[in-house]
């Protein structure tokens, strides 16, 4: 199972960002996604989630600003950020988890970088 996510960089406050975390080896529209992040000395926060059915929910602290979507044509999930602060810096992760009847999967991907100048 792999998850890359890409589209992290540095932006400036007010600049916008679009994360892609592309699936292989994994049933992608059987799985709910989401997109975690971690500052430095902090621990690991959801972001953002999308369920295999597309209901989606939000950190507060991003709600308004930051959007998830999938596109399981592509097994991709995506997170627009816009109206990026210096308090989204942080590696984000994307995940992949499914329940099963009596154990759930559970998959993470390597990190990509936002950083958030001020």
């Known amino acids: 199972v792999q998850l890359q996510a890409s589209g992290g960089g540095l932006v400036q406050a007010g600049g916008s960002l679009r994360l892609s975390c592309a699936a292989s080896?994994?049933?992608?529209?059987?799985?709910?996604m989401g997109w975690y992040r971690q500052a430095p000395g902090k621990q690991r926060e959801l972001v953002a989630a999308?369920?295999?059915?597309?209901?989606?929910n939000y950190a507060d602290s991003v709600k308004g600003r930051f959007t998830i979507s999938r596109d399981n044509t592509k097994n991709t999930v995506y997170l627009q950020m816009n109206s990026l602060k210096p308090e989204d810096t942080a590696v984000y992760y994307c995940?992949?988890?499914?329940?099963?009847?009596?154990?759930?999967?559970?998959?993470w991907g390597r990190g990509t970088q936002v950083t958030v100048s001020s």
């Open positions: 080896m994994i049933i992608f529209s059987l799985h709910d």
């Open positions: 995940n992949a988890r499914r329940e099963l009847s009596r154990s759930s999967l559970n998959y």
């Open positions: 999308i369920t295999s059915g597309g209901s989606t």
